[in-house]
């Protein structure tokens, strides 16, 4: 008897390895994993995610999309122009991925006549939001919910995995234990993890490796921007998604961030939705120098709040508000302008703007400074805006001391 279709969107982790598990052994229906690429997966982990699918769990049908020019074109010239920190990042970019992933998982769940969509993850953003987009993109497939038996905690499911003959690595092992630890990692502060001291060890030993690999040499490192995005290297034009991987591998090197897939590196697993964060972290510095001699403070500071609005709808799944899309031309707007090439230094684990060359620089105008060469204002008029500014603070001043 045929057995009634699941598709599950599947990153490969332990959440979705036991969300396939559970669908497949407990439920006892025909899952069909889709795992969605938008730019953070490498080819191992890919492999890997298919053997443990297709060795462990006895699945014949894994799918892996890869929509990194989707995630490239839709959402990365938006979020850069926001000079987000990596934290700040973090959750519009998981939301762009799991936007992705819904979309996907719909279209080949249509495609083969499931009965049900799912997705791992139990927490209150991934639910609310896969809930909305998968609603959105396949209206007339129910989604299926998590049973009691799969309300375990990382460490259970691990158990549960093992049980039924799942083999896990160490490092693996140590990811899943619990969240405190990766906010260790992040602040650098040792990790309170009840009932388990191996983790600390295990901590301590892969950040002091991280630490042997950083450069103590500051090197400068060119990188052309066109429209708001890097595309040159050192005078070397590159795709978008290599120029990323080579501006990650660059402040790897000189200790910005840890290596991608390691323990210390929380960012770089809450941005695999793109790129990992240090390469992100390069080019907000760039940026940021490059929108000092582009734009106004009034460009600046309106871009600030159009691009921080942009990343809470995405996060809350509203990609298609209309509001998005005038945001959207607002931006492209702006991007027009930020355009030129960036000197960085980067070494001994920090990254420094150097130089700013840009053929829209208005601050290097001699019409900036009083003297030859301008006969728009002079030092007399400089005098009168200064007295104006002053003139509010002048009249409170006076009318509460009389």
Not at 30 to 37: K, L, R
Not at 265 to 271: A, E, G, Q, T
Not at 283 to 289: E, F, H, N, P, Y
Request: aromatic fraction near 6%; charged fraction near 25%.
């Amino acid at each position: 008897m045929a057995r009634d279709i699941a598709v599950l969107t599947y990153s490969g982790g332990v959440d979705s390895l036991h969300r396939a598990f559970a669908l497949s052994k407990i439920h006892k229906m025909e899952v069909h994993t889709v795992g969605v690429d938008t730019g953070g997966i490498t080819g191992k982990e890919r492999i890997a995610a298919i053997n443990r699918c297709e060795q462990n769990l006895g699945l014949r049908r894994t799918e892996f999309v890869d929509s990194k020019a989707s995630a490239l074109k839709y959402f990365v010239p938006y979020l850069t122009l926001g000079l987000f920190s990596p934290l700040e990042l973090a959750m519009p970019a998981i939301s762009a991925a799991r936007f992705l992933e819904a979309k996907e998982a719909s279209s080949i769940a249509r495609k083969n006549g499931a009965k049900c969509i799912a997705y791992a993850g139990l927490a209150a953003h991934t639910a609310r939001l896969m809930e909305t987009s998968l609603s959105l993109f396949a209206p007339g497939i129910p989604v299926a919910p998590s049973s009691e038996k799969e309300m375990l905690s990382r460490e259970d499911k691990i158990a549960e995995l093992k049980g039924a003959g799942l083999i896990f690595d160490r490092a693996e092992e140590i990811y899943s234990i619990d969240h405190a630890l990766w906010v260790s990692v992040a602040f650098r502060k040792p990790p309170v993890i009840a009932g388990s001291s191996q983790p600390e060890g295990y901590l301590k030993r892969d950040l002091d490796n991280a630490s042997k690999k950083v450069s103590d040499r500051l090197r400068d490192h060119r990188i052309g921007f066109t429209e708001g995005l890097p595309i040159s290297l050192d005078g070397a034009t590159h795709p978008l998604p290599e120029m990323m991987e080579k501006l990650g591998a660059i402040a790897h090197q000189h200790g910005i961030g840890t290596e991608p897939g390691t323990l210390s590196s929380p960012h770089d697993v809450r941005l695999r939705a793109f790129v990992d964060a240090a390469a992100w972290e390069v080019v907000r510095v760039a940026l940021k120098g490059i929108f000092e001699v582009v734009l106004t403070y009034q460009q600046q500071n309106l871009l600030q709040t159009i691009t921080g609005r942009y990343a809470e709808l995405l996060s809350r799944g509203q990609y298609y508000n209309p509001v998005m899309r005038d945001m959207e031309a607002l931006m492209d707007s702006v991007r027009k302008l930020v355009s030129g090439e960036v000197v960085i230094k980067i070494g001994m684990g920090s990254c420094k703007l150097a130089s700013v060359d840009s053929p829209r620089d208005f601050t290097s105008s001699p019409l900036l400074n009083v003297g030859s060469g301008n006969d728009i204002w002079n030092f007399r008029d400089a005098q009168g805006a200064g007295r104006l500014d002053g003139l509010t603070a002048q009249l409170v001043r006076r009318f509460l001391t009389e």
